[in-house]
């Protein structure tokens, strides 16, 4: 998927968001208003990148392992596990 750049938020936009401004357009919700397909892919094309920071990228994935976590484990379950038996 392409990323349309002006459907972006502008970075002004996100110094101002919280946590929950941040989490809501990246997750997997087509029905939540501030789903963002754009922002989902920006970050999904952003992991290699990302990537070759090396030790500074795992120490923060240890570090914050629970969030991540929980939030991918989630976002796997509801998207390509649970569809399976519903």
């Known amino acids: 998927m392409d990323i349309t750049i002006a459907e ?3 970075v002004g936009t996100l110094n101002s968001w919280s946590s929950g401004d941040f989490v809501a ?3 997997h ?3 939540c208003p501030q789903y963002n397909p754009q922002c989902r892919q ?3 094309d952003s992991f290699q990148v990302v990537a070759a920071m090396g ?3 795992t120490a923060a994935l ?3 392992r ?3 976590g929980c939030r991918v484990r989630d ?3 509801r998207k390509y596990i649970e569809p399976l038996f519903c």
Do not use: E, M, Q
Request: aromatic letters at 16%; glycine letters at 4%; proline letters at 8%.
């Open 8 to 10: 972006l938020p502008f």
């Open 25 to 27: 357009p990246l997750n």
């Open 29 to 31: 919700d087509a029905s």
């Open 42 to 44: 920006f970050i999904h």
């Open 55 to 57: 030790t500074r990228y």
């Open 62 to 64: 240890k570090k914050y």
């Open 66 to 68: 629970g969030i991540v």
């Open 75 to 77: 976002n796997l379950l």
